[in-house]
């Protein structure tokens, strides 16, 4: 995972969520998976500018805690927190290598992690310390570039973002660029990992149940734009979500 490339994004990652698919799908259908957090404790991994974070806590969460592997999305993300505070905590760490947390949490997230493990060992790495540090039975809830995605499909400007393959291939999947269509643009590559590798790691961990749970767009995606222009989102889902037991 590249920290250097997120420490240089910094607040303009909060942008992110202001672009139709993130706006119209992302948020509402992540939030959605994870469903009622009241009185549950939430581990947050890469957390970014702590956008997911601030969100559980402010649904009831009684502890939230972020860690992201950049020290400036950190800085970020405890500026808001300094800005309107809610009680979350962060701290900056890598997830294939985290240290032990000292408690286990109810629920554990991860918003764009799991596609940045370097291979699949990485990615063995990530699921154990997820599930190490989940109690019994908490849950583990995944959002992630889709395997299925198709590169040769209608392009995903409109919404947002712009998804094109490097024409490298990873051990776990091919090497995308994605292009947030911001003012300016912000580009970063990372990797689409096969659905078996996501499986077959998060199982080798002892998760268990795990299933794929399909991103939709939400009611108010539909009103603002009209279904029509949603059309090649639903044709060709960017991407897709996952949930598993520990």
């Known amino acids: 995972m590249s920290a250097q490339l997120y420490d240089e994004i910094g607040e303009a990652f909060e942008g992110f969520k202001s672009l139709p698919l993130a706006h ?6 992540f939030l959605a998976m994870v469903g009622d957090v009241r009185g549950k404790s939430v581990l947050d991994m890469a957390s970014g500018t702590g956008f997911y974070s601030r969100e559980f806590k402010r649904r009831g969460a009684t502890e939230v805690l972020g860690i992201d592997i950049s020290g400036e999305m950190v800085a970020v993300a405890r500026q ?4 309107a505070p809610l009680g979350v905590r962060y701290e900056v760490g ?3 290598d985290l240290r032990p947390l000292g408690r286990r949490f109810d629920i554990a997230t991860a918003v764009q992690l799991l596609n940045y493990a370097e291979d699949i060992a990485a990615t063995e790495r990530m699921c154990q310390a997820v599930h190490r540090s989940l109690a019994p039975g908490g849950e583990f809830f995944v959002l992630a570039q889709s395997p299925d995605y198709r ?7 409109k919404y947002g973002f712009r998804c094109e393959p490097t024409g490298e291939e990873a051990e776990t ?3 995308v660029r994605i292009t947030a269509l911001l003012d300016p643009p912000i580009e970063f590559v990372t990797t689409c990992p096969r659905r078996e590798v996501y499986e077959k790691c998060l199982r080798a ?5 795990v299933t794929w749970v399909p991103l ?5 995606g539909v009103r603002a734009f009209g279904a029509d222009f ?7 889902p960017p991407l897709e979500m996952l949930r598993c037991r520990a």
């Open 24 to 29: 119209y799908a992302e948020v509402p259908g």
């Open 80 to 83: 808001f927190e300094q800005a």
């Open 94 to 96: 890598d997830v294939s």
């Open 151 to 157: 590169f040769d499909g209608p392009p995903l400007d």
């Open 173 to 175: 999947g091919p090497r």
């Open 205 to 209: 961990a002892g998760f268990g149940e």
């Open 216 to 220: 939709e767009v939400s009611d108010a």
């Open 230 to 236: 949603w059309a090649d989102f639903l044709a060709n």
